[in-house]
């Protein structure tokens, strides 16, 4: 991350040790380390948050194309004028319908059998 050598690291270990002392270098480090650990967690944390609102804001996007599509399909089917997709006064299917669900309890018996009897 900040790219120091361990030729660097020893240099600042010994200026450290020189300029605080043996008797307050474990307490420093302790301390240094806890401010450490603060700084990611905080970082992390304002990470999260950005990535949350990165994902409310294609979530928008989401909403704002199903309801581009939910106004398309309305103006399709226009239920204001009463056309559905199946039309109940000829009970022709329209061409956006999907087709009614089979019922065939025989499974195995062809279409026209019932014809036959």
């Not at 401010?35 to 990535?51: L, N, S």
């Not at 039309?87 to 026209?112: I, K, L, Q």
């Amino acid at each position: 991350m900040f790219e120091i050598s361990w030729a660097k690291m020893m240099v600042i270990a010994v200026v450290a040790l020189i300029v605080i002392g043996p008797k307050e270098l474990i307490p420093t480090l302790r301390t240094l380390g806890r401010m450490i650990t603060k700084t990611r967690r905080m970082a992390e944390e304002f990470q999260q948050q950005f990535v949350q609102a990165m994902r409310e804001a294609e979530l928008e996007e989401v909403r704002q194309e199903i309801a581009a599509m939910d106004r398309e399909v309305t103006t399709v089917f226009d239920p204001a004028a009463g056309a559905s997709p199946r039309s109940p006064a000829d009970g022709t299917v329209s061409e956006h319908a999907a087709p009614p669900p089979s019922s065939s309890s025989e499974g195995s018996a062809p279409p026209d059998s019932e014809d036959r009897k």
